[in-house]
């Protein structure tokens, strides 16, 4: 074999190499783990609620996980009823009250290509009614690439006053006027039933969403 030749196939081999770990780092939806849904939360003393507590897992086509990936949830389509803390207490989420009509939150994968929230937030449900969005209103994109819709539950159900029984009164309209309503999927099966109720009941007397959203995104 010639240099010339010898040097050409080591050249190639290069490219397949560089072009591999390139397509290595690009997040793969069908090997990454999303849930289905999250559910905004209140705090208590400044802590936002476990009961909000998510977890995403983000792995490229040969199911590595990757680290420092940006995982940006957009809830840009879900403007009608759902609002965002402008403040976030849980470490490693950000909040961006700029972008859309909602804001989004961000947080960055750790070694192990995971990503742990709660994010604090509410719903516009009110005794008088509101317009509710649908099923998975909010978008996940895992360093640009778009990994699923997911859906958006609100236990604080009107805003105000922390999660309390006038949460759960709203909640209960929603269950039974016949109508699906995304703020009050709290397990995202997209169907409202007794099971949605028992979520909502544990966090009412559970005190961690004591307190409210004290400043909305929008």
Same mark, same amino acid.
């Given at each position: 074999?010639?240099?010339? &030749? ?9 490219? $397949?190499?560089?072009?591999? +770990? ?17 559910? &905004?939360?209140? /705090?208590?003393? +400044? ?15 040969? @199911? ?6 940006? $995982? $940006? ?19 490693? $989420? ?10 989004? !939150?961000?947080? !960055? ?5 995971? !990503? ?9 449900? /009110? ?7 649908? =099923?998975?209103?909010?978008?996940? =994109? ?9 859906? !958006?539950?609100? =236990?604080?159900?009107? +805003? ?11 909640? &209960? ?28 009941? +544990? ?14 995104? @929008?």
């Amino acid at each position: 074999m010639n240099a010339v &030749l010898r040097k050409a196939m080591l050249l190639a081999c290069g490219g $397949v190499l560089v072009a591999s +770990g390139a397509m290595a780092a690009v997040p793969s939806p069908a090997d990454s783990d999303i849930p289905a849904g999250l559910n &905004l939360v209140g /705090t208590s003393g +400044g802590v936002a609620d476990v009961r909000g507590e998510f977890t995403i897992v983000v792995r490229d086509l040969a @199911h590595n996980p990757i680290a420092g990936s940006s $995982v $940006v949830i957009s809830f840009d389509n879900c403007e009608i009823d759902i609002r965002v803390c402008s403040v976030q207490t849980w470490p490693g $989420v950000t909040p961006d009250c700029a972008s859309g009509a909602v804001g989004e !939150v961000s947080g !960055v994968t750790d070694g192990t290509g995971t !990503v742990t929230m709660r994010i604090i937030g509410g719903a516009r449900n /009110t005794s008088s009614g509101a317009p509710a969005e649908g =099923f998975q209103c909010a978008t996940v =994109f895992a360093d640009g690439v778009n990994m699923r819709q997911i859906n !958006v539950g609100a =236990f604080d159900e009107n +805003g105000s006053g922390g999660v309390n029984p006038a949460d759960v009164s709203v909640y &209960l309209a929603d269950q039974f006027d016949g109508d699906f309503e995304g703020r009050s999927d709290f397990n995202a099966t997209n169907t409202l039933n007794p099971a949605d109720l028992s979520i909502l009941l +544990g966090v009412t007397l559970g005190g961690g969403s004591a307190t409210s959203c004290g400043a909305y995104c @929008h």
